[in-house]
């Protein structure tokens, strides 16, 4: 009756599932793993697959792909069938793109059952390849199975899935998740990028609350957000809520539709909150010369001394004259030191 071929490994790349896997002509997806079926053709034979352990089956992978965090998956429902002399390839594995996803959720797409589906999780997160392991076996026929198991291997490229997603402190910070696994209308949060803390250890009150009722503390480091426009233009607007945030990396989380966990990593840019200088009256020129901040630019970071960063109306003539400068290479030297005399000394 034949054999059935299938390759004892097959790679596949977690961020770009177009360009990485084989086009195969089924709504939206990409197929991971292809079954063969070659020499004699002859009687119906099919195969069921279902996922299977990697550690007992595959002890060499280190690293192994967990279920919700890493991917999701629909398990085949009935076998994948070759009649009577037919032979050839058939997809086993499926990958769901983001519209067939949309299309399942939202439109009540049921993609064909007698493969698995799996839709994987673009988190934003630098890690290691992770393995996801299958079990083959014969249901009808007599084909014999060249494997009776078989690995997909995620690898991770390097590259975010969501993006290269950059904010700056003070401004508002619009973050483009077009590229990400993110849905339209789902609600998600940022927060700071902790080792050993992940989203779903951090789940805030906004997973379970109608957006604009989660958060509201002012001291908090979690800051919410509600995806809107199009699946080729998702934006999540926060605003000026990250306007008292540390610069530093934080992690977008989701929560809701698919999975609840991180989509991507966001830079925030900015001076950090304690920075602290010193000049004096008699000095002939003001400098701020050490200076903390996360991807400081010079020549366009630009500062303003003030009485109150919220209420510029009371800082003093003196330094809204002199009391400003383009950051170079030995900080921010003050472009107008004798106009800044005329001011009280104090703390600004």
Known sequence: AGRFSVPHMIWVSETSLESEAISYNVSNESCAAWITRDGLSSGTAGLG??????????????????YVSDFLYNGQREP???????????????????????????????????????????????ERDEGLCFNLTLTNGSAAVTEEKFVVMLY?????GGGRIRCVRGLDCVMDMSNSSALLDQT?????????????????????MPF?????????????????GSAANLLADLGMKLKEFTPGTY???LCGIGINGQVATMTL?????????????????????????????IGRDHLQIMTDCDRPELTPEGFRVGGNSVLGKTGFAMSNTSAMRTAENGIY
């Not at 604009?212 to 809107?228: C, M």
Request: hydrophobic share 40%.
């Open 49 to 66: 697959i279902e996922l299977a352990d990697c550690a007992t089956d595959f002890p060499s992978i280190r690293d192994h792909a967990t």
């Open 80 to 126: 994948l069938i070759w009649e009577d002399g037919e032979s050839g390839r058939k997809c086993a594995v499926a990958l769901l793109t983001q519209e067939a996803v949309e299309a399942i959720i939202f439109h009540g797409f049921v993609p064909p059952t007698d493969r698995i589906w799996i839709w994987i999780n673009a988190d934003g997160k630098l």
């Open 156 to 160: 991770d490229s390097g590259l975010d």
């Open 188 to 208: 998600g949060f940022v927060q700071p990028s902790e080792d050993g803390v992940d989203c779903s250890h951090t789940i805030p009150e906004i997973c379970y």
């Open 212 to 228: 604009g009722y989660g958060v509201n503390d002012s001291d908090s480091t979690i800051a919410e957000f509600n995806l809107t």
């Open 251 to 253: 992690s977008v989380c």
């Open 269 to 297: 840019s900015g001076p950090r909150l304690r920075n602290t200088g010193f000049c004096a009256m008699s000095w002939p020129h003001c400098a701020l010369e050490y200076w903390d901040a996360v991807n400081p630019a």
